[in-house]
């Protein structure tokens, strides 16, 4: 059995009857990870639960916080989709690794290609929330913003589960190009919203190639060790190179991590 690595920043300030704790937590939500039935692939290593109220805003190119992630140990997001001409692409390349990921959607698409958004949902994965029509939120009026936000999570609630509801079924946000404003961070908090950052990213939304894209986050998450990750399944080169990537991350030893909101019995995004 592979022996987990001992949290980096907890030996400082946490006695040896806590740190045993940690790990004993850190092992049980591994063993909820679903085992993948091909040898040989990457897998996902453990499920992670979280919310708001522990981790109300993660990801450190925006915030003060991440995930507790160990060394080597990676959480997979995706942002801007469906797109039927990638998104599919992507979930191929996850499905042959016995990968799960996080997909921040926006909800026009959504209610375009509804198919698309359960497949994600019934593969397995976390759907979040990416505003209606993704403008910046910076940038328009209050109750505009309001309403991408309310909107978006509408959309995609109806077409998850056919009820119109601004409440998510699943807590997870990102703001189209990290662009948030006190009213709207406040807004989100207060209905227990945990908000996306990142830790790293691959830059997919500027021209390159696959190999370009590859060559990249492989260096940033080299010199990072782990991380929330940036990628948008709306991007060609991104889907040409998700595959690469995967076997990068299995042949150097790192690890993905599932998230899905903290609470009894709770799915990804109600799917059980």
């Known amino acids: 059995m ?14 040896a009857p806590a740190i045993a704790l940690v790990a004993a937590l850190a092992w049980s939500a591994t063993a909820r990870a679903q085992a993948c039935p091909r040898p040989g692939t990457l ?18 190119k925006q915030y003060r916080q991440s995930l507790p992630l160990w060394d ?20 191929a390349a996850l499905a042959e690794q016995c990968v799960k990921a996080t997909f921040f959607v926006i909800g026009k698409p959504a209610l375009e290609h509804p198919d698309l958004v359960r497949r994600i949902a019934a593969e397995g994965h976390t759907i979040g929330y990416h505003t209606w029509t993704h403008p910046s939120l910076m940038r328009i009026a209050p ?3 309001t309403m991408q936000i ?15 509801t601004t409440v998510p079924s699943t807590p997870f946000f990102r703001f189209p190009g ?51 990750i940036l990628f948008h ?20 030893n790192y690890r993905v991590v599932h998230l899905v909101p903290t609470g009894p019995g709770v799915g990804f995004n109600g799917v059980p």
Do not use: C
């Not at 897998?43 to 708001?52: C, F, K, Q, Y």
């Open 178 to 228: 990290f662009e948030s404003t006190p009213a709207t961070l406040d807004l989100l908090r207060s209905r227990g919203i945990v908000v996306f950052g990142a830790d790293l990213w691959a830059g997919d939304w500027n021209v390159m190639t696959p190999q370009q894209e590859l060559k990249l986050i492989a260096d940033r998450l080299h010199a990072a060790g782990k991380g929330i």
């Open 150 to 164: 309310d909107r978006g999570i509408s959309a995609v609630e109806t077409v998850l589960h056919g009820v119109a």
């Open 2 to 15: 592979t022996k987990m690595p001992r949290p980096l920043r907890a030996r400082h300030f946490l006695d």
């Open 143 to 145: 109750a505009e913003a």
């Open 72 to 91: 080597h140990e990676v959480v997979l997001t995706f942002d801007d989709g469906p797109w039927p001409p990638t998104t599919p692409k992507v979930l």
């Open 233 to 252: 399944d709306s991007k060609a080169r991104t889907a040409a190179m998700l595959p690469a990537f995967l076997r990068y991350l299995r042949d150097h």
């Open 43 to 60: 897998g996902t290593s453990r499920i992670l639960e979280i919310d708001a109220v522990s981790t109300p805003r993660v990801g450190l």
